[in-house]
């Protein structure tokens, strides 16, 4: 009996990213400004962030991001046609 007879193999399909299922594309986005946090303990951040690959190339956006960011970090988004809204008393 062969050692590799148990292990099935994945073939084509693997994005590559964490929480992208095959059939779902991720676009590439740069991050180029922190604008400010999200409330007090959750831990996110209003990101701009601007479009590397896909239809929306060059575009720059408003995202929300939760955990550790910062600038240069490369976000990996489901979808780029909605924007997040801008926070009350923040930078605009």
Do not use: F, W
């Amino acid at each position: 009996m062969s050692s590799k007879q148990g292990k099935k193999t994945k073939i084509g399909g693997d994005s590559g990213v964490k929480g992208i299922s095959e059939g779902q594309h991720a676009t590439p986005a740069e991050v180029v400004e922190i604008i400010s946090g999200l409330g007090t303990k959750q831990g996110g951040k209003q990101v701009r962030c601007k479009i590397l690959d896909g239809r929306e190339v060059g575009k720059v956006m408003r995202r929300n991001v939760y955990g550790p960011v910062r600038v240069g970090d490369i976000l990996m988004l489901r979808q780029t046609e909605i924007e997040a809204t801008p926070l009350k008393g923040g930078r605009k």
